[in-house]
């Protein structure tokens, strides 16, 4: 009976053991899988981290690019309104000019044109036709090769005048001067005020 005893006691320790050695071993396993699972946890958590950081400094850097470009383009703006009042005054600037002044312009302007012969027709700008009378233009065709005939039709809104030759038209009217000027010289003179 002994022997059974002892038997069924080393049975009972080795069930003891083999139940320990289960026991830790599962333990091990829970705790690994548990380790593993954190990495993977905290490695999700840092590539989405990582991802969300990539994220908010590439919108960082769009709106910081945007507003330079915005920037640039305000100062943009502002420059080329300034060149238009520029260009603006200076065609007030003209019209404004004394009856002396409109006079001496336009008598070097029509001596500049060498090459023109026969009859042209002076037509003046209606802001101008007090400054450029019948009687001026008389006056200029004594010192002129071609023959300038006055019309009584105005351009509306206008100052300086216009050449009409059979069609051909040689323009003088101030805005179309300046904006001529505007044309070639606009981005020279953005360079000289804006350099």
């Known amino acids: 009976m002994e022997a059974i005893e002892k038997i069924i006691l080393q049975l009972k320790e080795q069930a003891e053991e083999e139940r320990l050695s289960y026991e830790k071993a599962e333990k091990e396993r829970i705790e690994s899988d548990y380790q ?11 590539q989405r981290l ?8 590439k919108n960082y850097k769009q709106m910081q690019n945007r507003q330079q470009v915005e920037t640039k383009q305000q100062i943009l703006n502002q420059k080329q309104l300034f060149l238009e009042l520029l260009f603006e005054d200076a065609v007030t600037a003209m ?3 004394t009856t002396e002044e409109h006079r001496d312009f336009a008598k070097k302007a029509l001596q500049g044109l060498r090459d023109l012969n026969g009859e042209l027709v002076f037509i003046c700008g209606s802001k101008t036709k007090a400054v450029f009378t019948s009687e001026w233009v008389a006056e200029q065709n004594k010192q002129l090769d071609y023959r300038l005939l006055f019309s009584e039709e ?10 009409n030759d059979n069609g051909v038209q040689y323009n003088f009217l101030y ?5 001529d000027i505007q044309s070639d010289l606009g981005y020279e003179l ?3 005020f804006f350099a």
């Open 190 to 192: 953005a360079q000289e």
């Open 154 to 163: 105005t351009i509306e809104n206008q100052a300086g005048f216009l050449l």
């Open 175 to 179: 805005q179309t001067l300046v904006q």
């Open 50 to 57: 990582e991802k969300s950081i990539h994220l908010l400094e």
């Open 95 to 97: 019209e404004n000019w």
């Open 36 to 46: 593993a699972s954190l990495i993977e946890i905290e490695a999700e958590h840092k």
